[in-house]
Structures are given as structure tokens and as C-alpha cells.
């Protein structure tokens, strides 16, 4: 037995989502540690002038480990994440049925063309409330 080369793509970009799906959600759930520990070692209980060295202290160390760097990459790489799982879907449907497969791919067309919509209008109107990751890399 032999795969035929679309159920290998299919494959190929499904587990590529799922992988990068999850460990987004572990990443998120990470970051949501991270919070609470920052908040529960800068809450009041501390006088004033320490607190403000164990805030710098921690601000420091997220500079030095590229943390704001991390939280703006988790929702381009969620994005990727359907991305690619739209592109497996369709690869899937195209040998299955013609009529699936062009209505799924009009429902995926739209849903890029308003992300893309998204995407581009900060670049033409700077007070636009839209913005993608991909907005940041154009």
C-alpha cells in the first residue's frame, strides 16, 4: 500500500495544524501562569520602593527573554494554524466532491479576503481598528 500524494499533503498540513494549535494552547496557558505570578510577586503587600525594584527586576528578565516577543508571535502562529488547516480541508475535498469542495472553498475564500481586508486596511487608514499579525509584517 502507497498513499497517493494528497492524502499525504493532507496529512502533512493537518498534523502541521494540530501541532501548532495545541502548542499555542500551551503557550497561552503558560502566559496565563506567568501573569499570575508576576501580579502575586508585585502585588501591595511590599512597600512602595520595593515594589517597584521587584518590578523592574521582572521587567528586566522579560526583556532579556524576549517574553512580548512570544505573546505577539501566539496568534500569528494560531492563524497559520487554520491557514494550514484550510488548505488541508481543501486539498482533502478537491478528489472527494465538486460541489463540497467549491462551496467550502467560496466559505474559505471570503474568510481570507475580510482577513486580508483586515490585514491591509491599517496600512491605508493608520486609525483603523483592524489589525492582523500579517498587518505588522506588510
Known amino acids: 500500500f502507497s498513499p497517493s500524494a494528497s492524502a499525504i499533503w493532507v496529512n502533512v498540513l493537518w498534523f502541521l495544524s494540530l501541532v501548532i494549535s495545541l502548542t499555542c494552547a500551551l503557550l497561552a496557558t503558560l502566559l496565563q501562569q506567568w501573569a ?3 501580579l502575586r510577586l508585585t502585588r501591595p503587600a511590599h512597600v512602595p520602593h ?14 532579556k527573554f524576549y517574553l512580548p516577543s512570544v505573546i505577539e508571535a501566539l496568534p500569528g502562529l494560531l492563524h497559520a494554524s ?7 480541508l481543501l486539498v482533502f475535498l478537491v ?16 474568510s481570507a479576503g475580510l482577513y486580508l ?11 483603523s481598528p483592524f489589525h492582523t499579525p500579517l498587518s505588522t509584517v506588510l
Open 117 to 127: 481586508f483586515a490585514s491591509l486596511i491599517p496600512l491605508i487608514r493608520h486609525d
Open 95 to 110: 478528489g472527494i466532491n465538486n460541489i463540497v469542495f467549491k462551496t467550502t472553498l467560496s466559505c474559505i475564500s471570503v
Open 82 to 88: 487554520v491557514f494550514l488547516f484550510f488548505a488541508g
Open 36 to 38: 499570575r505570578r508576576y
Open 50 to 63: 520595593k515594589r517597584a525594584r521587584i518590578r523592574n527586576y521582572l521587567k528586566q528578565g522579560m526583556d
